[in-house]
């Protein structure tokens, strides 16, 4: 896996109609390669899931 954990991520939704979880980040072909081949991966898009994230940065 790699060092973010997907399950943190804003981008990481649940999609009622597969009924599971998916990153709702669009990469391309080489991006997707490297996350899926790469155990060290860490994900330019990782956004952690927190309300007060913004509120701590002003």
Known sequence: ???TACDQCS?????EFLDCYE???NMDEDE??????????NCPYYRPED?????RKQ
């Open 1 to 3: 896996m790699a060092n």
């Open 11 to 15: 981008y990481y939704v649940y999609n």
């Open 23 to 25: 990153c709702t980040v």
């Open 32 to 41: 997707m390669y490297r996350f899926l081949s790469s155990s060290d991966y």
């Open 51 to 55: 309300d007060y994230f913004l509120a």
